[in-house]
């Protein structure tokens, strides 16, 4: 167990639709990442927040967006979902920048 | 572009052997490298890093080199297990924020 909680664990939904994903860091931990994986395809950095303010982009779509509340934990906000959108969507958080990242074990999203 | 280039091909390898795995990266001067270990529909779980003025690091059986000249790592598992089975991914950063970059990861397979 990493000490990274993720919910919801699966969702289904269709094109078009918004969803929200969760993290809750571990404990102590200022900075969480997202990582998407879709099938056969590595981990696509999407946005990382240290201690609530944004740090690092990737290649995120426009119809995503994030954020870290005051208690650490950080949502993620997908919309106008897209069959293509469906995939493993990972939280990793770690004590600064520099450090090992601790991972949750994904949202698995499928877009119908 | 940044690139970082982890061999696409799985690796089948018989148990007791060593396995080598290799992490080229371009475009990139990293303060640090990781190895991560991704079991099927799991989160990456932290393995080794090591620092650009590290040329080498150990764990138990894993091993990681770092030639910054050559813009590589290699991460061997000597005596390898069938519980070593799992894709493998390097990851790149930096001490200053920005992406942190994983590769597209190698699979390993281990045969009694």
């Known amino acids: 167990d990493s000490g990274v909680t993720q919910t919801p664990k699966h969702l289904i939904t269709a094109t078009g639709q918004r969803v929200t994903l969760r993290c809750s860091p571990r404990?102590?931990?200022?900075?969480v990442y997202w990582y998407q994986q879709s099938l056969d395809q590595g981990l696509q950095f999407l946005i990382q927040?240290?201690?609530?303010?944004?740090?690092a982009k990737g290649n995120i779509l426009e119809r995503f967006s994030a954020q870290q509340f005051p208690d650490l934990h950080s949502e993620l906000n997908l919309s106008s979902l897209e069959l293509g959108d469906s995939a493993l969507y990972f939280c990793?958080?770690?004590?600064?920048?520099?450090?090992?990242?601790?991972f949750g074990e994904g949202s698995r999203l499928t877009v119908l | 572009s940044q690139k970082i280039e982890q061999n696409s091909e799985a690796l089948n390898i018989q148990e007791g052997k060593t396995a080598t795995l290799t992490c080229n990266y371009t475009?990139?001067?990293?303060?640090?490298l990781q190895w991560y270990r991704q079991d099927p529909g799991r989160g990456p779980v932290f393995l080794l890093l090591?620092?650009?003025?590290?040329k080498e690091k150990r764990k138990e059986r894993l091993k990681v080199t770092f030639d910054t000249t050559l813009k590589q790592s290699l991460f061997h598992i000597t005596a390898s297990q069938p519980a070593d089975s799992a894709t493998y991914l390097c990851?790149?950063?930096?001490?200053?924020?920005?992406?942190?970059?994983f590769g597209a990861g190698t699979q390993v397979v281990v045969t009694p």
């Open positions: 927040y240290y201690n609530g303010e944004e740090r």
């Open positions: 090591i620092r650009e003025n590290e």
């Open positions: 404990s102590g931990d200022l900075s």
């Open positions: 990793a958080s770690s004590v600064s920048n520099t450090g090992e990242l601790f």
């Open positions: 475009n990139y001067s990293p303060a640090y």
């Open positions: 990851a790149l950063g930096t001490d200053s924020w920005g992406k942190f970059q």
